[in-house]
Structures are given as C-alpha cells and as structure tokens.
Nanobody, 125 residues
C-alpha cells in the first residue's frame, strides 16, 4: 500500500519558518524523483523543489521563486522542505509527489508524478 504522508503545515507570521515532512512507504522510494509542489487559491500548481536519490538529478533543485528561502532534502524514508523567511505569498497547500524515474526526466511535469500525498496547508499572515 503506497503512502505519502505529509506533516508540518501550520499558520505562521511573515518571516517565520516551517519544516514540512513527507513520509514515504509502499514503493521503492530510492528509485523515485521526489518533489514538493504547492497550490495557492486560484493559482496553478507550482513545483518548488525536487531531488533524486541515485544518478542524475541527485542535486536538489529549487524553483527560482524560492531559491535561498526553501531547502529540499531527503533521507531513506522521508522528504523534507525547510521553509524560511516565509511570506504571505507562500500561503498554499503543499504536496509531495513521487515520479518513477530521474528528476531530469520528471522535472515539474505533474503528469509524470505517480504518487501524491494528501497535502498540508501552510498559511502565512
């Protein structure tokens, strides 16, 4: 049974920090590109960071909109997103997702991501 279980979402003031976690189980996690997407009300889903485990794409990559502010990382079972200097425009539902291939192949094309978490709300105000 595949599961991606996110946690860590909360309401914070501008300038604050949060750390999101995504616990993976039920699939060969090490073979998948892992990504964090976010979707704000009325906006399209946006990829904010992705990281592979093996081969090409193991270097974490971050969207230009969050460079220097967010840091994606992963260990053997869990994907993380450290979010610092949070701004009101970071308010969104954050989703982790898994693509069966390299991050170079998957990019931020959400159609390539096979497994999705349920989402966790981040509110900055």
């Amino acid at each position: 049974h595949v599961q991606l279980v996110e946690s860590g979402g909360d309401s914070v003031q501008p300038g604050g920090s949060l750390r999101l976690s995504c616990l993976a189980s039920g699939f060969t996690y090490s073979s998948y590109c892992m990504v964090w997407f976010r979707q704000a009300p009325g906006k399209e889903r946006e990829g904010v960071g992705r990281v592979g485990m093996n081969g090409a794409g193991t270097t974490p990559l971050h969207a230009d909109s969050v460079k220097g502010q967010f840091t994606i990382s992963r260990d053997k079972k869990t994907l993380y997103l450290q979010m610092d200097i949070l701004k009101p425009e970071d308010t969104a539902v954050y989703y982790c997702a898994a693509a069966p291939g390299t991050c170079l192949w998957a990019g931020y094309d959400d159609s390539k991501y096979k497994y999705w978490g349920q989402g966790t709300q981040v509110t900055v105000s």
